[in-house]
């Protein structure tokens, strides 16, 4: 938090539209750090998913296995296993793939406001990542 | 003079901050002197960090609600696909913490679905998607709802850090200032 305003000196005016861009930077910039987190998470979980998927390669397609639904387990053919992974792993791809639009858009945008701010505040402001 | 504006622009009352476009006219017409307006900002601030933890909570809230209504939702497709095949299925379920125990589910129209207060009501596999259905609908627009109130809130906290550091500092140069034709 600390990163924002802070070295804002008065000798450089605020205009309303600064204070907008100051705003818009930091909504954005929270959000990007939202997404990457979830982003991670889910290819973890695309990760596993296809571990399974791969796994299952070995067994016979008649096979039972046990697949969890939450807290139980329901014993599914190989056959219906695949099946259950491969709609989850299609649900999931899409998911990943709307977050890294997002991510994409979002840095683009924090790269533009980064310009705009700079240019008018120069050393004044400062508006990188403070870890 | 008032450092805090309408409650209008989002679905929770918060009041916005009000941009100080000219510091030196706002510390002019307030008639207060620069400790009391950071003091009166900085309690604003806190007030917005209280709503900011508050929402955050409900936020994580629902990220623990969602993928358990869609868990539900993906379990009720499967006795919907069972009952259609007339199939019995085996299923291990959780009896203690690592303890599971076997149980054939037949195929079966109907299923209880936990409503919380100790309540679990019987409803057609129909009738329990609809409702999950509904319910993972209202999160999301929830889920929604949330994120927008923490932009907007975002947008006071900022707004209102600039503003502290502003009347800091004009208030160091205020100091400056006198110092120097003293």
Redesign the interface.
């Known amino acids: ?1 600390s990163k ?7 000798d450089v005016h ?3 539209d600064d ?1 907008a861009k ?2 818009k930077f ?2 954005n910039n ?1 959000k990007l750090h939202d997404f990457q987190e979830d982003l991670a998470e889910k290819k973890k979980e695309l990760v596993n998913l296809n571990e399974a998927i791969d796994e299952l390669v070995i067994l016979d397609e008649t096979e ?1 296995v ?1 697949f969890q ?8 053919t190989v056959e219906e296993a695949n099946q ?1 992974l491969e709609r989850s792993k299609q649900s999931l791809e899409g998911e990943i793939s709307s977050l890294e639009d997002r991510v994409t858009s979002i840095k683009k945008l924090l790269s533009d406001l980064k310009t705009q701010l700079y240019a008018k505040f120069g050393n004044k402001i400062n508006l990188e990542e403070s870890d | 003079m008032s450092l805090e504006g309408e409650k209008t622009g989002n679905s929770l009352g918060i009041p916005k901050a009000i941009f100080l476009e000219d510091v030196d006219k706002f510390m002019a017409d307030g008639g207060k002197t620069a400790e009391e307006v950071l003091r009166k900002l900085e309690e604003l601030f806190q007030k917005y960090r209280v709503m900011e933890v508050n929402l955050l909570q409900k936020k994580e809230k629902l990220k623990v609600q969602i993928p358990d209504i869609k868990m539900s939702l993906d379990m009720i497709q499967l006795l919907k696909r069972n009952k259609e095949n007339e199939k019995t299925v085996e299923t291990d379920f959780i009896l203690a913490h690592n303890l599971y125990a076997r149980a054939e589910v037949p195929p079966s129209d109907k299923v209880g679905l936990w409503l919380g207060a100790n309540v679990m009501l019987e409803y057609t596999l129909e009738q329990a998607d609809d409702l999950l259905t509904k319910n993972l609908k209202q999160a999301n627009q929830s889920m929604e709802q949330t994120d927008s109130d923490l932009d907007f809130l975002k947008d006071q906290i900022t707004t209102t850090e600039v503003n502290m550091a502003r009347v800091y500092n004009w208030d160091v140069k205020r100091r400056q200032t006198l110092k120097a034709t003293a």
């Open positions: 938090m924002k305003g802070q070295s804002l000196d008065d605020i205009s309303y204070q100051i705003n930091a909504i929270t039972i046990p639904y939450g807290e139980i387990f329901a014993h599914l259950e």
